[in-house]
């Protein structure tokens, strides 16, 4: 495989390849040297068409620990707000010997765009999609449910996972669904009706509106808590919920359904949080949450990923 622009390009052992290694990754980084060699003289580019802390700085510590170059492309103060389109700025990238491009877009289908127009010979890596997709972002959730569920080996099959909030503008929403059906493990969906996107049946998942009732009849063994996009709302389409109230009451983790969770149920965010809207602080904080460490789990999982691409090990892709 060549890119990673979708958690459909993974297979079942191509994502427990990614684990593993990420799973030797982050051995190293517990070093006191945690630099490797492997990708040294290889040049790996940050290309962020949108803003993002947690991503593009996960992917730009993942390629410096491996040794590469980064060269960090923001489209503001860029040619491309003075109108230079994506070829153009993709075709000024492969002038310079990009090994590697990460992208992340407004426009969903840019990635896939970008590797397969011929305007760059290096390795492709969705760094998340207008409203599409975000694999990495997949594989270190899935990365964080492993190692606390499963001892850090394996799939996931049988695990329990139910994803909550905004999924209709979420990208992680529809690759965690994708790569934890790959991996074996069971989703729920839960949101409001406006909040889901047209379609949602045909995704490899079950689908409910009410939280309380999932919990129960769940018992799952993550809860994920997805952010509210208010600014991917646009007011003339009329309101998604009543208010930020209600939405809370509903569908937020809040310290009373914390409390009703199981006793191993680990509370995941793919952040940035919206504390007292989809999560509470008593949950955010808590013992059981692991929003912090997938932060961390990030970096080992990119630095799989990047390395798999460029030294073409990753079996088993459809890309």
């Known amino acids: 495989m060549r890119h990673l622009l979708s958690a459909a390009d993974l297979d079942a052992a191509a994502a427990v390849r990614v684990l593993d290694v990420a799973e030797e990754m982050a051995a190293t980084q517990r070093r006191e040297i945690k630099k490797l060699p492997t990708l040294r003289g290889r040049t790996v580019v940050?290309?962020?068409?949108?803003?993002?802390?947690?991503?593009?700085?996960?992917?730009?510590?993942?390629?410096?620990?491996?040794?590469?170059?980064?060269?960090?492309?923001?489209?503001?103060?860029?040619?491309?707000?003075?109108?230079?389109?994506?070829?153009?700025?993709?075709?000024?990238?492969?002038?310079?010997?990009?090994?590697?491009?990460?992208?992340?877009?407004?426009?969903?289908?840019?990635?896939?765009?970008?590797a397969h127009a011929g305007w760059t010979r290096g390795a492709v890596v969705n760094a998340g999609d207008g409203t599409h997709e975000h694999p990495t972002q997949a594989l270190l959730d899935a990365y964080t449910m492993r190692k606390h569920l499963r001892g850090g080996t394996g799939d996931l099959a049988g695990v329990r996972v139910v994803v909550v909030g905004d999924v209709?503008?979420?990208?992680?929403?529809?690759?965690?669904?994708?790569?934890?059906?790959?991996?074996?493990?069971?989703?729920?969906?839960?949101?409001?009706?406006?909040?889901?996107?047209?379609?949602?049946?045909?995704?490899?998942?079950?689908?409910?509106?009410?939280?309380?009732?999932?919990?129960?009849?769940?018992?799952?063994?993550?809860?994920?808590?997805?952010?509210?996009?208010?600014?991917?709302?646009?007011?003339?389409?009329?309101?998604?919920?009543?208010?930020?109230?209600?939405?809370s009451r509903r569908y937020g983790l809040g310290r009373e359904r914390l409390a009703a969770l199981g006793e191993r149920t680990i509370v995941m965010h793919p952040g940035p949080m919206n504390r007292g809207l989809e999560i509470s602080a008593d949950a955010a904080d808590s013992a059981r949450s692991t929003i912090v460490e997938q932060v961390g789990n990030g970096v080992a999982v990119r630095m799989a990923v990047l390395y798999l691409l460029l030294a073409g090990e990753l079996p088993g892709g459809h890309a």
């Open 168 to 247: 209709l503008h979420s990208r992680v929403a529809r690759s965690n669904v994708l790569l934890l059906h790959t991996l074996g493990a069971h989703v729920t969906l839960v949101a409001p009706p406006t909040l889901l996107p047209v379609g949602v049946q045909a995704w490899p998942c079950a689908v409910s509106h009410h939280l309380d009732a999932a919990l129960a009849d769940v018992a799952p063994d993550a809860v994920m808590m997805l952010r509210v996009q208010a600014e991917r709302m646009d007011a003339a389409q009329g309101g998604f919920f009543p208010s930020a109230r209600e939405y």
């Open 46 to 114: 940050n290309l962020f068409f949108e803003d993002s802390t947690r991503t593009r700085t996960s992917f730009e510590a993942a390629a410096k620990r491996l040794s590469a170059d980064v060269i960090n492309f923001s489209a503001k103060g860029s040619s491309v707000s003075k109108g230079e389109s994506l070829k153009d700025t993709a075709l000024t990238l492969e002038a310079m010997g990009a090994d590697a491009v990460v992208v992340r877009h407004g426009a969903s289908g840019a990635p896939h765009r970008l």
